[in-house]
C-alpha cells in the first residue's frame, strides 16, 4: 500500500508539473519496440516490457511475424469478431497502428487491459498493458493511449546488448549478416539473410537452452534423437549421423539430418549439436545450409558454437 501511495504521489506531482512523460522512447533490453513510458513505470526484470515497483501495472512488449499485423488488419476491416472488444486506429510514432480497451477480472479484482499491434516492416510489434482498479485515476484511458501512441520502433537491436542477455558468453560470430534476438534472454539467431522468407534457403544457426534434459548419460542418445525430431521447419528429414562428443571439455551430442525446407524445398543439411552441463540446462545448438553449400557452413558453425563459453 505504502509502495502505491508513492507511485500516486509521483504521478500527481509530475501531472502539476506538466506532461506525465519522459522525453525520449526507452526500449526495454533485447526488442526493437520502445515507447514513452507513464510515470512511475520502469523496465521490467522478469519479462520485456515496463512495470510499477509494486508490480501491479504491466506492459508487455514483444514481436509478431511480420505477416501478423496485415491480418489483423484485415480482420478488423473485413471480418469482425463479434463479441469481442472493439479495435481503434492509432497513429504512433511507428506508423497506423490498432489497439483494443477490455475490462477483466483476476484475483486482484478489476482490471483494464489494452492490447496493441503496429506493423514494424519487417515485424509486428506487439503490446499489452494492464492497469488494476485502484490505479486507473493515474494510468487513465487518455495516459495509456498517449503511452501507447508513443510506440515507436529501431531496425536493429545493438549485438552487444543482444548477447548481452543470453545465459551464455558468444566469442565467436561466423561472419554472419544477421544477429537477431528470437527471445530475449533466452534464444538468438545468425543468418546470411535479414528476410524472414529467405532464411530456409540460407546458411543459419539458433542457439539457447534447454530446461530439462536426460535423467542418466545413458539417455542422451535418445533425448538428442527427440528433439532433433521436433526442429520445425523440416520435411523428409532423414538421420544420417547421432554420436556423442566433448565440446569444449563437456559432454555433448551431434546429430546430423538431411531434409527439404521452405516454400521451394530447398535441400538442406542439418547439424544440431547439445552440450550437458551440471544441471538441468542443456545448451542446445541447431545449424542448416543448402547442401551444396554445407562444407564451407559447417566450418563456420564449428567456429560460433567453439566460442560458446559460460557465463
Known amino acids: 500500500m505504502k509502495q502505491t501511495a508513492r507511485i500516486f504521489a509521483v504521478a500527481?506531482?509530475?501531472?502539476?508539473?506538466?506532461?506525465?512523460?519522459?522525453?525520449?522512447?526507452?526500449?526495454?533490453?533485447?526488442?526493437?519496440?520502445?515507447?514513452?513510458?507513464?510515470?512511475?513505470?520502469?523496465?521490467?526484470?522478469?519479462?520485456?516490457?515496463?512495470?510499477?515497483?509494486?508490480?501491479?501495472?504491466?506492459?508487455?512488449?514483444?514481436?509478431?511475424?511480420?505477416?501478423?499485423?496485415?491480418?489483423?488488419?484485415?480482420?478488423?476491416?473485413?471480418?469482425?469478431?463479434?463479441?469481442?472488444?472493439?479495435?481503434?486506429?492509432?497513429?504512433?510514432?511507428?506508423?497506423?497502428?490498432?489497439?483494443?480497451?477490455?475490462?477483466?477480472?483476476?484475483?486482484?479484482?478489476?482490471?483494464?487491459?489494452?492490447?496493441?499491434?503496429?506493423?514494424?516492416?519487417?515485424?509486428?510489434?506487439?503490446?499489452?498493458?494492464?492497469?488494476?482498479?485502484?490505479?486507473?485515476?493515474?494510468?487513465?484511458?487518455?495516459?495509456?493511449?498517449?503511452?501507447?501512441?508513443?510506440?515507436?520502433?529501431?531496425?536493429?537491436?545493438?549485438?552487444?546488448?543482444?548477447?548481452?542477455?543470453?545465459?551464455?558468453?558468444?566469442?565467436?560470430?561466423?561472419?554472419?549478416?544477421?544477429?537477431?534476438?528470437?527471445?530475449?534472454g533466452a534464444a538468438i539467431l545468425l543468418s546470411d539473410t535479414e528476410e524472414d522468407s529467405a532464411i530456409d534457403a540460407s546458411a543459419f544457426m539458433v542457439i539457447g537452452t534447454i530446461a530439462s534434459a536426460p535423467a542418466t548419460p545413458d539417455d542422451r542418445g535418445r533425448f538428442a534423437q527427440q528433439v532433433a525430431a521436433t526442429i520445425p521447419g523440416l520435411r523428409d528429414a532423414k538421420l544420417t549421423m547421432s554420436e556423442p562428443l566433448r565440446i569444449d571439455g563437456s559432454p555433448g551430442y551431434e546429430t546430423r539430418l538431411d531434409a527439404v525446407s521452405g516454400k521451394e524445398n530447398a535441400p538442406v543439411r542439418v547439424v544440431q549439436w547439445l552440450r550437458f552441463g551440471s544441471g538441468n540446462s542443456v545448451l542446445r545448438i541447431i545449424a542448416s545450409a543448402p547442401r551444396d553449400s554445407w562444407s564451407d557452413a559447417f566450418t563456420r558453425f564449428r567456429a560460433v558454437r567453439d566460442g560458446i563459453q559460460p557465463r
Request: glycine share 8%.
Open 12 to 184: 500527481f506531482l509530475a501531472a502539476a508539473a506538466g506532461p506525465a512523460f519522459a522525453a525520449d522512447p526507452v526500449y526495454p533490453p533485447g526488442t526493437r519496440v520502445g515507447m514513452v513510458p507513464l510515470v512511475g513505470l520502469a523496465p521490467a526484470k522478469t519479462f520485456t516490457g515496463f512495470e510499477t515497483e509494486d508490480h501491479s501495472v504491466k506492459v508487455l512488449i514483444t514481436e509478431l511475424p511480420a505477416a501478423s499485423f496485415g491480418e489483423v488488419e484485415t480482420a478488423f476491416k473485413t471480418n469482425p469478431v463479434p463479441g469481442a472488444p472493439r479495435p481503434e486506429a492509432i497513429e504512433t510514432a511507428a506508423g497506423k497502428a490498432y489497439y483494443t480497451t477490455e475490462v477483466a477480472k483476476d484475483p486482484s479484482g478489476l482490471v483494464r487491459r489494452y492490447s496493441m499491434i503496429l506493423s514494424g516492416g519487417a515485424f509486428s510489434g506487439f503490446v499489452a498493458a494492464q492497469i488494476p482498479e485502484n490505479a486507473a485515476k493515474i494510468y487513465t484511458d487518455e495516459a495509456v493511449r498517449q503511452m501507447l501512441a508513443s510506440a515507436t520502433v529501431r531496425k536493429q537491436v545493438p549485438i552487444e546488448e543482444q548477447l548481452g542477455l543470453l545465459p551464455f558468453k558468444m566469442t565467436e560470430l561466423g561472419s554472419f549478416k544477421s544477429v537477431r534476438t528470437l527471445a530475449p
